[in-house]
């Protein structure tokens, strides 16, 4: 990809308090492990080509944890990245483990996030983690409220031991983040947003105020992609994908929203990153706006 689409992968954003800066158009890692996220890929090599397209491409922020595959994915990370390129920001979570039977259960005893850590950093290849997002219980769908100090004091004391750089949060709610904030410094909340998933409305308002990035997972709708005939509508008109019209909407949605859309293919990431490009005027954005709430009402 030309140096002209690299410098339109959003613009910059830097995370509150530190000296990273990213890109906003990231990408998300999940999809490069086998079938429901376990095992290895069925394309080996088409995995490292993702990774080292969107590199080239400008991407310097990427998601990823060390239960997913386990450990595939920063296997795969480490295999076509390492040595990581300067300025290249990997976000990690941890919170998570995936016995035999390949079911996510909790791991979020203080032994069991410091063992996340150093698996994280055996598998991806590196002396410190830059932000690790603590992610709390609940589902998939939405946070549950209730205490997490136990877990981000642990994640405290790892980033004092120096194997930590940054903290974020990862499905949590408002209350959380008040809370994990009382510990320690957060610089991001990754929870589950997009274009017809809106419980996140206000959250992102106020981490906008403080400069918290906030980095929607499910950004094309995950497991279940965005359907729309509004987004297929606005998309045809302006010669555009309709995922790629999510993702514009994501970034016009407010400066502290950054994007790690998930793929295993060259060319859906090809067209998502070119989403960085996409110019959406504010018509476009009250009729995109009513998908939301059409869903809501
Ligand atoms: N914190 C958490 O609890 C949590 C939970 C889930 C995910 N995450 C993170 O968030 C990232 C993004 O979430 P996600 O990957 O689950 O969901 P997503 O980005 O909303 O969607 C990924 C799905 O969309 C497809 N896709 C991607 N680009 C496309 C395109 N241009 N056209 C058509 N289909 C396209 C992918 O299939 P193809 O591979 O065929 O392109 C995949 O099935 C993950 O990679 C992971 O890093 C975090």
Redesign the pocket.
């Known amino acids: 990809m030309s140096k002209a689409n690299e410098s339109t992968l959003g613009g910059p954003f830097t995370f509150p308090g530190t000296s990273l800066t990213v890109r906003r158009v990231g990408y ?4 490069l492990a086998g079938p429901g996220v376990w095992g290895p890929p069925k394309n080996p090599e088409g995995a490292v080509a993702v990774l080292r397209e969107a590199v080239a491409a400008g991407v310097n922020h990427i ?3 060390d239960f997913y595959g386990p450990h595939i994915t920063n296997q795969i990370i480490r295999q076509a990245l390492h040595p990581y390129p300067a300025g290249l920001v990997i976000v990690t ?1 941890l919170g998570a483990r995936r016995p035999a039977d390949g079911s996510w259960q909790p791991a979020i005893s203080p032994q069991e996030l410091t063992d996340g850590v150093h698996d994280n950093l055996r598998n991806l290849s590196l002396d410190a983690l830059d932000i690790v ?1 603590y ?1 709390a219980m609940g589902s ?1 769908h939405g946070p549950k409220e209730g205490s997490i100090a136990e877990q981000v004091t642990a994640l405290a004391d790892l980033q004092k031991k120096g194997l930590i750089r940054h903290v974020g949060l ?2 949590v709610t408002s209350a959380q983040v008040a809370e994990a904030k009382s510990i320690t410094d957060i610089v991001c909340v ?1 929870n ?1 947003y ?1 274009l017809a998933n809106r419980q996140d409305d206000a959250l992102i308002e106020e981490l906008a105020g403080q400069g918290i990035a906030y980095v929607p ?7 279940t ?1 965005l359907q729309s005939s509004t987004l297929s509508d606005v998309a045809t008109r302006l010669g555009a ?1 309709p ?2 019209v999510a993702l514009a909407w994501l970034l016009h949605r407010s400066p502290n929203i950054l994007l ?6 060259v060319a ?1 990431l090809r ?2 990153l070119a989403a960085g490009q996409l110019s959406l005027t504010p018509q476009t954005l009250t009729e995109l706006d009513g998908i939301g709430v059409d869903i809501r009402a």
Not at 28 to 31: C, D, L, S
Not at 217 to 223: E, H, R, S, V, Y
């Open positions: 998300g890692a999940m999809q998601d990823t944890a979570k997002n992610r998939i990862s499905n990754q589950n997009n997972f499910f950004p094309l709708g995950g497991f992609p994908t995922m790629q790690i859309p998930g793929t295993s293919s859906h067209e998502n």
